[in-house]
């Protein structure tokens, strides 16, 4: 299931306080997953950019987390996105980024600086859009990362087709109400734009219904936190984080 109006969820204020606040509250369930992902970019970072720090680039960046989430480990960071509310609210969030609006269709974006090692993420993009956003969002990765030498890709996929979400669905009469992407299908969405996936990893296990039980929360807080941590684990998280370099 796409949103078809994706794009377009985020043009008001009050949807924008709404993710901001809301879907990512301090203690919920998107929070801890952000708090995770957070602990682990900043190791991919560290590790990819040892000798040089790199210049971010963060395309569909909404409110700034991921850029937020690397302060201080990157020589400077732009974030792009279709919604002005969105980059208004990462101005708000003190996000220490130059910020972009970019056009929902129309040319590939140009990355707003080139040269020296560069890091692209894209986090809640890939799920929610259709193929044609897909193909674009990786179109502008392949121009910031034009070889293996110029840096990394880091994406997120949010709905992971093989987690216990989706077996879930399956014990309600095979109804479904969100979206889904395989493991495959990311994999050959970032080979058709000459990436290899050189590592994954989950980042969380359970459901929202899960930690918003008051007397499972805790449990499966600290559940879900181990769990993610096992060999193999990424193949059944719901929420799986991808990093990738160019193969030419």
């Known amino acids: ?126 799920l929610n859009v259709d193929d044609a956003v897909r193909e674009r969002a990786l179109a502008f990765a392949a121009k910031t990362l034009p070889d293996a030498e110029a840096g990394v890709l880091v994406v997120e996929n949010h709905g992971n087709r093989r987690s216990l979400r989706h077996l879930r669905a399956r014990r309600h009469a095979g109804r479904r109400w969100f979206a889904e992407l395989s493991h495959d299908q990311v994999v050959r969405l970032l080979h058709r734009h000459g990436f290899e996936v050189v590592a994954r990893r989950g980042f969380s296990m359970l459901t929202p219904g899960w930690y918003e039980r008051p007397l499972l929360r805790h449990a499966a807080r600290t559940a879900d936190g181990l769990a993610c941590r096992l060999p193999g684990s990424a193949a059944w998280a719901v929420n799986v984080v991808y990093v990738a370099r160019r193969t030419a």
């Open 1 to 126: 299931m796409v949103d078809e109006n994706y794009a377009d969820a985020f043009q008001n204020a009050d949807a924008v306080g709404k993710y901001q606040h809301v879907t990512y509250a301090p203690g919920s369930y998107a929070w801890r997953i952000n708090q995770r992902q957070r602990s682990y970019l900043r190791a991919v970072v560290r590790r990819e950019f040892a000798d040089l720090r790199p210049t971010q680039h963060d395309f569909a960046c909404g409110t700034g987390r991921a850029i937020r989430n690397l302060h201080g480990l990157v020589w400077q960071a732009h974030g792009y996105d279709t919604s002005p509310e969105m980059l208004a609210e990462a101005v708000r969030m003190g996000t220490d980024a130059r910020l972009h609006v970019v056009g929902t269709a129309g040319p590939v974006p140009e990355p707003a600086v080139t040269g020296g090692p560069a890091l692209v993420t894209m986090f809640r993009l890939l």
